[in-house]
């Protein structure tokens, strides 16, 4: 059978057509007739007088070169059954062929053509109940499939479909807007130091913290791409008991790390790399150079549609605690309300609006004293 044969003519497997496990029966049948045919004229070969030879050699060579190939298309179809990149209807083909080449050596070999009885069964109808089996087999190992490349997924990630696509989602925001932030490595590192509740302004000076809660000496950090990141309100200070001003992520700051997280191959790799960028984006004819360069020495916020569309994704460890918590929270309600009692009912809570927090804010546009608008 040629190499393409199978792409020329493929089919698509319908409920009218037999299973490849029928297939293959039928072909490994005709391979065995066909055989069966060629030793019939070997033999006949090795008993006919020396007249006849030369006619009954050539009969032979006949019938084994179609037993050959039926066998070969007999193998085939197994082949094909079992590799998943082959049309759905190769092993019919296959079989086909099988029947073909048998009868041809029966028919060479001067034998009763019974593969021709072979075709009926490769072109059976089959019965309503067993299109039903044939499509419940099919679902059944398509779920299966899905079922096994999830739980593969899963182990891989961490995460459910839904969380990896908002990973991918997320992944598309960074790469469009992670190059606007005019950002360095840098830049995260100070937002990281940030995010772990240990970055404190003391002195004119930003340091982490080797302890949290401990805001007395600890690692430097740069006290210009610090104060970049405040003013550009990626940061936000909060006045501690003690009258130190810690520095937190921002809502956008928090969501800004995670997208240069995702694509750090947006993040400039200098900071004259990032001022040139930044230059470039600020640069206007009718601007003083003074001024543009000014401009350019500011961070850009994070474009407003980056934070609408950026989902967080949840680990399925932290919906795991999550969950846990949920049924810890409900247990201890009950509980303090005194549980069931069947002769009250429970009256239905009316809908109240949702208390604001008694936390002080971290918007920059909140008068709490609790937030700082500046660090010098």
Request: proline fraction near 5%.
């Amino acid at each position: 059978m040629p190499e393409n044969a199978c792409a020329v003519r493929p089919q698509a497997v319908t409920a009218g057509e037999p299973s490849p496990q029928t297939c293959i029966q039928v072909a490994r049948q005709a391979a065995i007739l066909a055989v069966t045919a060629a030793d019939d004229a070997m033999t006949a070969v090795c008993h006919s007088r020396s007249g006849a030879t030369g006619r009954l050699e050539a009969v032979m060579h006949a019938a084994h070169k179609e037993a050959v190939e039926a066998e070969r298309h007999a193998d085939r179809a197994e082949q094909y059954a079992d590799d998943p990149r082959m049309p759905s209807g190769a092993p019919l083909y296959c079989a086909r062929q099988a029947v073909d080449h048998a009868v041809r050596a029966q028919s060479a070999a001067g034998v009763e053509t019974t593969a021709a009885d072979l075709r009926a069964e490769l072109e059976r109808k089959l019965t309503a109940a067993e299109r039903a089996e044939q499509e419940s087999a099919r679902r059944q190992q398509e779920a299966e499939q899905e079922a096994e490349q999830e739980a593969e997924e899963r182990a891989a990630t961490g995460m459910d479909r839904e969380n990896r696509d908002r990973v991918a989602r997320n992944l598309y925001l960074a790469q469009g807007h992670v190059a606007e932030l005019g950002w360095t490595a840098g830049h995260v590192r100070v937002m990281a130091a940030a995010e772990s509740g240990r970055l404190y302004w003391r002195g004119g000076r930003a340091r982490q913290a080797a302890r949290h809660g401990v805001w007395d000496g600890g690692r430097r950090i740069s006290r210009e791409r610090t104060q970049a990141l405040f003013a550009a309100r990626f940061l936000v200070a909060v006045c501690q008991d003690d009258g130190t001003r810690t520095l937190i992520p921002s809502p956008m700051g928090q969501v800004a790390l995670e997208l240069a997280r995702l694509h750090p191959a947006g993040l400039h790799c200098t900071d004259r790399e990032a001022y040139e960028a930044r230059f470039a984006k600020v640069r206007r004819r009718h601007k003083r150079r003074d001024d543009q360069k000014a401009a350019a020495r500011l961070l850009s916020p994070l474009d407003s549609s980056a934070r609408k569309l950026y989902r967080r994704p949840v680990t399925l460890t932290e919906q795991h605690e999550q969950y846990e918590r949920a049924e810890r929270e409900a247990a201890d309600r009950w509980e303090d309300e005194g549980g069931y009692c069947p002769a009250v009912k429970v009256p239905k809570a009316a809908a109240t609006p949702a208390e604001q927090p008694s936390t002080p804010t971290r918007s920059w546009s909140s008068g709490k004293s609790a937030v700082q608008s500046t660090l010098w």
